[in-house]
């Protein structure tokens, strides 16, 4: 490292720890000499994006020359409405990824504190850390937050806390009375961040959204994304629903033309087809039925989920397991990222893709 790199970078930075992506499907056939490769890894929606999306999209090509509206004023009204709240409540980013990094530069400094549970989404730590807040971490107990022990940990330094709901990598949500108790107990000075990234697979009566606090006028702030179960992955957008004030303080922060046109075209067709959005959530819950099966007879334990993941143990090195696995073109992502070395993380896919997947694991649990 250059003394130039060492004495003038932001010394936040060198205590990060790199995101960990999925491992890409063309990756795997370039190194692996594969044709035949399926990704379970990353949490797409393995029907795709909806068709009414890609027509827009492919009708807005034409207007590539043209700089996108900065102000996202379609996509916003598009939002409120599907939402049934104030546009001016509405933040959109370059995939929810870039509204925790506005979030942080909006509100942290260095010295601030903020909390979330272990394992979670590691953006959390990464925004809050380039800041230079200190970052807090309360171990998940039976793979969910611990409301109680994240109450216990703040403090007048504490200005945010996140709430991945459900969890990444778990699955798991916390319950509706839990939510309930935290949010009378929670301090004023703390910004209550509910990621509900996976929120629209969530099928218990027990999953409540954070948007009943934001309408009671709470400190607090609901992120969703198209990359999930809309499968706009690939054109990076997201958003959030907050109080104007909050809304207001974060756009002070965002980059112009965040959001390109294709996103936005797409976004606000995604959002109209319904039919695409219900035949994911059937698909998701068939899979999930099929794959809680397979890991039965298996004898394998998993976490129940809420989302489009399960959260398994294979009883071996996961390292081992996802090379094996790999070299049968399976992608799956490993559990020691999330401090769970003998865990996989599998996406619910496809009929197709989750019996690929079944027969792969019993081949790479028997050899």
Known sequence: MSDFVKNRARPEIFTLKPYVPGKPIEEVKRELGLEDVIKLASNENPLGPSPLAMAAVAAALPDLSLYPDANCYLLKQKLASHLSVDAAEILVGNGSDEILMMLATAFLNRGDQVIYGTPTFSEYEITARIMGAECLEVPLVDFTHDLEGILAAINERTKMVYLCNPNNPTGTIVSRSAVQNFME???????????????????????????????????????????????????????????????????????????????????????????????????????????????????????????????????????????????????????????????????????????????????????
């Open 185 to 367: 107990r929670v301090p004023d000075h703390v910004l209550v961040v509910f990621d509900e990234a996976y929120g629209e697979y969530a099928e218990s009566p027990e999953f409540i959204s954070g948007y009943k606090y934001v309408k009671e006028g709470r400190n607090a702030i609901v992120l969703h994304t198209l990359s999930k179960i809309y499968g706009l992955a690939g054109l990076r957008i997201g958003y959030a629903f907050t109080t104007s004030d909050i809304a207001q303080a974060v756009e002070r922060v965002r980059d112009p033309f965040n959001i390109n046109n294709l996103a936005q075209v797409g976004a606000r067709a995604a959002l109209d087809d319904t039919g695409h959005l219900q035949q994911s959530r059937e698909v998701n819950r068939q899979g999930k039925q099929y794959l809680y099966d397979s890991f039965e007879k298996m004898g394998l334990f998993y976490v129940p989920t809420e989302a489009n993941f399960i959260f398994v143990d294979t009883g071996r090195n996961c390292r081992t397991v996802f090379q094996a696995l790999l070299e049968k073109g399976v992608i799956i992502r490993t559990g020691d990222v999330f401090g769970h070395p003998d865990f996989i993380r599998v996406t619910i896919g496809t009929a197709e893709q989750n019996q690929r997947f079944i027969e792969s694991l019993a081949q790479v649990l028997g050899e």
